[in-house]
């Protein structure tokens, strides 16, 4: 006879558990039940969830979170005015602590915003699934955004989470976005929050490309130092689709970002780039899957990373190629500069190939500064700091080209400038 030991809560577990049981939820989705339940079954992932081989989630959670409230027009308002917009003319949605403020900003023809819940994907991994379990178990606003079919939408949308300062509360918030066949659009995901306030914020969306539609999406983190942020985008694309993705982290204290990409239709092109700067003590985690399903398809994905202080850093990225996805031609590169002893960082790079004729390969770097090129600049009476900073700047500035919009580029430049005045 064999005894089972019950697994005990940590106390991050029990408290996502009391805060569900005290929230108080209006609607009766059976989701938010199964997603719960899924938690409580299975609890936050350790090492020993593949997934989470380098996030061992239930040590790195915070405890005492309860559900956000919605602030008052008042705060939402005041809460989003130290972060001047990265499009000055964008349509912006806004969402504070998780809920949806309609501040009645006219939307660009063919664009429809519907203030609806989307309905949540469902939790079939356990701990595999706490991401999307705890977005399910937790959403309390969203929106479905719609681009017609053949629009070509001149102002990017955008979609801008703001927290207001309450502290040691937990907002979740879900999108589904639906871009219409041969549409052409570009929309900016934006996650503000104040520094020295512990938060959690919970993100999930889901993407889909029409046949034929072009789709520039940047997103920008840039929670505060305190804040956990858990965060899914669920990405598929249809024959001829094309997507430019933009990933910028240079914020939060714990933030697990998770990409999914699928591809359902032939000739369809994604090109991924990103850049996460990592230090204090962070551990910025991004962990991405890309899976061809069907032949002709290409997808390219660049990831520079910088790591200082006492900062971890995780990339995962899977490229998986079905065995019907002939002539796939799908290429990853994560690249590292590591300025400190005391910092780290974990590349995990995967193939997954079942068919025979592809293109495919990955790689990746870690390194420190190069002190040739450190002495050259010094020789020429330029401080250590400086050089140090021009050096880091020159790593990141080749993705940083991959945005397209020269203006939105500049304002991110100018974020990236900003930590780089904090960290190195």
Known sequence: MTAHTPRILTEAETALIAAFETAGFADAVEARAAAIESLKESGLPTRRVEAFHYTDLRALMAAGYTLAKRPTDEIAQSSGDAFPRLVSDAAVLHFRDGHYFDRGEELPDGVSVVAELPEAPAVTNGAADAVAAINTAFSIGGTTVTVAPNADVARTVGLAHAQTGAADTLGAIRNAIHVGKGAKCSFVDRGVGPNGVRYL??????????????????????????????????????????????????????????????????????????????????????????????????????????????????????????????????????????????????????????????????GATVADLEKSYLFYLRARGISEVTARRMLVKAFVAEVLENVGDEALAERLEGIIDVWMGQHV
Do not use: W, Y
């Open 201 to 362: 914020f919970s993100s999930h969306t889901d993407l889909v490309l029409e046949e034929g539609a072009d789709v520039s999406f940047v997103m920008s983190i840039e929670e505060g130092d305190a804040a956990q942020r858990l965060s899914r985008l669920n990405v598929t694309l249809h024959k001829d689709a094309k997507l430019n993705l933009f990933l910028l982290n240079a914020g939060g204290k714990l933030v697990r970002q998770e990409i999914e990409f699928d591809f359902m239709g032939e000739g369809a092109d994604l090109n991924i780039a990103g850049i996460n700067l990592i230090g204090g003590e962070a551990h910025i985690d991004v962990t991405s899957r890309i899976t061809h399903h069907v032949p002709n398809t290409t997808a390219t994905e660049t990831f520079r990373n910088v790591a200082t202080g006492r900062g971890r850093g995780v990339f995962q990225g899977q490229i998986n190629v079905r065995q019907a996805a002939q002539l796939t031609d799908a290429r990853m590169a994560c690249n590292t500069l590591l300025l400190s002893d005391d910092c780290d960082f974990s590349a995990k790079p995967e193939l997954e190939i079942f068919a025979d004729d592809v293109q495919c390969a990955h």
